[in-house]
């Protein structure tokens, strides 16, 4: 029944270990997000994919990238996490993200830890 | 510019009592969309609501009510008849056209207890 899936649910890397969380989607959604959640705040949008179509938030470092290969999956890559890095990272789908009752469905998170 | 301001960081419930969670927004777009999410210890967002800002009712789903007040630019929800389970993190998020495109901003959240 999970629509969206997060995989893994927890992650431990080192310090400028590369590492790829993945997101999946049973919704046929075209849009797919990642957040990154620190304890206690609100989720900050890193990045949406329209179709294929790549949109980064301005202050979203270099150091996080995303790959969507199909309409399912999405992969969120950090190239060398730092310890600020530490977080959990949610990924959400929208049918569309034109009009303002587009509602977005989140998964479970992935919990990251660097050490 | 869009905001969402949840003043609350905290509130106590008692189960089987009402509760209500304050949002405030602030938006110049004439249209825009207003969602509720609950964030259990787990960590998945749940999304809970819908209110649009041209209906002429507040959204109820279950449990749940929105009290929309688009003069004081308020969308409260309100928990009837509150649950154990209904302790999580509670998010107002709020959707408009900003420049780039249609975007979706959270409030700081709200932390919900509910007491046996």
């Known amino acids: 029944d999970a629509m969206v899936i997060q995989n893994p649910r927890y992650q431990v890397t080192q310090f400028g270990k590369p590492v790829t969380l993945s997101c999946s989607q049973t919704?046929?959604?075209?849009?797919m997000y990642w957040y990154q959640q620190k304890s206690s705040q609100a989720p900050k949008l890193l990045f949406h994919?329209?179709?294929?179509?790549?949109?980064n938030e301005a202050d979203t470092p270099d150091n996080f990238q995303s790959r969507r290969p199909n309409t399912s999956f999405c992969f969120l890559d950090i190239r060398s996490p730092g310890l600020g890095d530490a977080a959990m990272y949610l990924c959400?789908?929208?049918?569309?993200?034109?009009?303002?009752?587009?509602?977005?469905?989140f998964g479970p998170g992935t919990r990251l830890t660097v050490l | 510019a869009q905001k969402i301001t949840q003043t609350q960081p905290g509130m106590f419930v008692q189960e089987k009592e009402a509760v209500t969670l304050d949002c405030t927004y602030d938006t110049s777009d004439p249209s825009y969309g207003l969602f509720w999410y609950k964030q259990p210890s787990s960590g998945e967002m749940i999304f809970l609501i819908y209110q649009g800002s041209y209906d002429q009712q507040n959204a109820t789903e279950g449990r749940y009510s929105l009290n929309f007040q688009k003069a004081r630019k308020s969308a409260n929800l309100v928990i009837s008849a509150s649950q154990l389970g209904d302790s999580a993190m509670y998010f107002c998020?709020?959707?408009?056209?900003?420049?780039?495109?249609?975007?979706?901003?959270f409030g700081a959240g709200t932390r919900l207890f509910v007491k046996a």
């Open positions: 919704l046929n959604h075209n849009v």
């Open positions: 994919y329209y179709d294929k179509d790549f949109n």
């Open positions: 959400a789908t929208s049918r569309d993200k034109r009009g303002n009752a587009d509602t977005q469905y």
């Open positions: 998020a709020m959707r408009d056209l900003d420049t780039g495109g249609f975007k979706t901003i």
